[in-house]
Structure formats: structure tokens, C-alpha cells
């Protein structure tokens, strides 16, 4: 198994809808999660860091973390064109003392495609 | 403008020749990472250091890779010989004091072995 795991897609979704992307991990300790954003050619963008159950909103992102689950999502809504990109989920451990090591972890990504 | 800047963007090289590759982190950033990407392989970690000390670099194939970081400004990778199967992208990425797990890449080096 994977330690984290995203469906690799293609995801593809019509302009203005919402656009939902998930991961699961499989380490019980992960206490800081991140999604990136990665363009064709071009390096990881960070747009959504979470470290607490529940929902965290910034703009048209939504980020969703459910730790019992092992469970992170990641919600675009009124989804652009421009937002056409592969999307990688990443999860990062704490040590006992809650500080983090710094090691993320990635997936393989979902390619978002947003056709208008 | 605070961002992760490395050279050189792009290399092409012949098999067994020495490469090297460099990171400027974000200035004041004490965590630097190296990764590898490739399609099959994804993104994966090389090595990272703090405080410019190595912490990890399980990564990394030690016969022919190799990782410092000279002072705060500057982290090199190294890939002596190459092999046609180094060929990737190559990313360095810097994280802050406040750490809080973030890391910031930078545009990466697109290295290929003939």
C-alpha cells in the first residue's frame, strides 16, 4: 500500500462546477497535510496547508481533513479553466513533541481537467 | 520577491559525466530539500537538511549522489557518474524557522543523461 494514495484521474469537470479531489494516507502519526498545485513544466505551487479536523476555506478552495479516517480532500468550486493542473496531495509526520520532521510524503497527483 | 532559485535550469549531459546542481533558498529559510521527479516515479524526497546539517538523505543513491550545503545560501547536488536513468527534474525546495511543514519549490533543473 501506497503512503498516500490519490486517484490519478484524469478528473475532468465542466467550467463553473465543483471540482472535488481526494487522498488517503496511511500513517496514523501525519499531523500536517498540504496540497500543491503543478502545471505542465512547472514546479509544485502550495495553495492549501491543514492541520486540524474539519474544513478550512481560502477563496474557491476548501481543504477537508478527517484524521480517524485518513482522510484528505480538496474542493475547487466555480472551477476555471486556469485551474487545469495536476494536483498532489501531501502528508508530513510530527515526533512525539508535535514538531514536525519536515519529510512530506506526495502522491502521484489527479490531473484536473476544467473544460469550458 | 522571496523565492527558491536553482541552476542551472536545464542540462543535458553525456553518460559518466559529473553534474552539479544548485539551490538558493528563501532568504532567512533554515530547511532545504532536494527532490527527484519522474513520471513513473512521482516526487520524491533525496535529502533535506537543517540548520545546514544533513537529516535524511535515505533517498539518494549514495554511490553517485551527493548533497551539502556550503553555507545558508547555497545547497548543491551532485551526480557523479551520471547514468541515463538520473534523467528527471530536480527540484530544491526551502522551508522556514516557523516551521509549520510548508515548503516552498523552486522552478527545478530538468537534467537529461544521453
Known amino acids: 500500500q501506497k503512503e498516500v494514495e490519490q486517484n490519478s484521474g484524469p478528473l475532468s469537470v465542466p467550467e463553473g462546477a465543483i471540482a472535488s479531489l481526494n487522498c488517503t494516507y496511511s500513517?496514523?502519526?501525519?499531523?500536517?497535510f498540504f496540497w500543491y498545485r503543478q502545471y505542465s513544466g512547472k514546479s509544485p505551487e502550495l495553495i492549501m496547508s491543514i492541520y486540524s479536523n474539519g474544513d478550512k476555506e481560502d477563496g474557491r478552495f476548501t481543504a477537508q481533513l478527517n484524521k480517524a479516517s485518513q482522510y484528505v480532500s480538496l474542493l475547487i468550486r466555480d472551477s476555471q479553466p486556469s485551474d487545469s493542473a495536476t494536483y498532489l496531495c501531501?502528508?508530513?509526520?510530527?515526533?512525539?513533541?508535535?514538531?514536525?520532521?519536515?519529510?512530506?510524503?506526495f502522491g502521484q497527483g489527479t490531473i484536473l481537467t476544467v473544460h469550458p | 520577491d522571496a523565492r527558491v532559485t536553482q541552476t542551472p535550469r536545464d542540462k543535458v549531459t553525456e553518460m559518466g559525466q559529473e553534474v552539479t546542481m544548485r539551490c538558493q533558498p528563501i532568504?532567512?529559510?533554515?530547511?532545504v530539500f532536494w527532490y527527484r521527479q519522474t513520471m513513473m516515479q512521482g516526487l520524491e524526497l533525496l535529502a533535506y537538511f537543517r540548520n545546514r546539517a544533513p537529516l535524511d538523505d535515505s533517498g539518494m543513491p549514495k554511490d553517485r549522489f551527493s548533497a551539502e550545503m556550503p553555507d545558508a545560501t547555497l545547497a548543491t547536488l551532485k551526480i557523479q557518474p551520471s547514468e541515463p536513468r538520473d534523467s528527471a527534474v530536480y527540484f530544491c525546495a526551502s522551508g522556514g524557522t516557523s516551521w509549520n511543514g510548508e515548503q516552498f519549490f523552486g522552478p527545478g533543473t530538468r537534467l537529461t543523461v544521453l
Open positions: 532568504l532567512g529559510h533554515n530547511t
Open positions: 501531501a502528508v508530513s509526520p510530527s515526533n512525539a513533541g508535535g514538531t514536525s520532521y519536515g519529510k512530506l510524503t
Open positions: 500513517d496514523r502519526v501525519s499531523q500536517s
